[in-house]
């Protein structure tokens, strides 16, 4: 059975790395010493490429165009911009994203990133373990809802 080449040009996760591996013939780019060399002698073999646009990787239409048996470009991240979509589309090379999985994380931490922020959180936590309480008390905090009265 022919070993099905997949890169991965970054570190992602190490459960993804040894899942790929159990398949198919993984290709660890920022391990290799010279990746020009490696590019060149393994470009027909490289058949899916794992990418994340978020870290500063992607799959833009050069690098698109140098594997010429590209099938599948698989990006973990939301943004599509670092992915040379057109030339996918004319290649009929298939695109996979991540949208809407960390639209609720998201958003849980921007509620919680307000809270902290009007609650003082930090900074009481510093009061609190530097015995400051013993010297008296902490001022008091906004609370969510006295401002977003004011936002109706």
Do not use: Q
Not at 47 to 66: P, V
Not at 85 to 99: A, D, F, M
């Amino acid at each position: 059975m022919e070993s099905i080449g997949v890169l991965m040009p970054i570190p992602m996760n190490s459960y993804l790395e040894t899942e790929l591996k159990k398949c198919f013939n993984l290709f660890k780019l920022w391990t290799l010493p010279n990746k020009t060399r490696f590019i060149k002698e393994n470009a027909e073999s490289i058949r899916a490429i794992i990418e994340n646009s978020f870290s500063g990787t992607g799959a833009d239409a050069n690098t698109i165009s140098t594997f010429p048996n590209l099938e599948i470009v698989s990006s973990f991240s939301v943004g599509m911009d670092k992915v040379g979509l057109k030339l996918c589309k004319e290649k009929g090379i298939r695109v996979t994203n991540t949208p809407d999985v960390l639209t609720n994380d998201v958003s849980d931490l921007a509620i919680g990133l307000m809270l902290a922020g009007l609650r003082r959180l930090c900074e009481s936590n510093r009061y609190v373990r530097a015995s400051k309480w013993k010297k008296g008390d902490y001022k008091l905090t906004a609370m969510v809802f006295f401002h977003y009265a004011y936002l109706v």
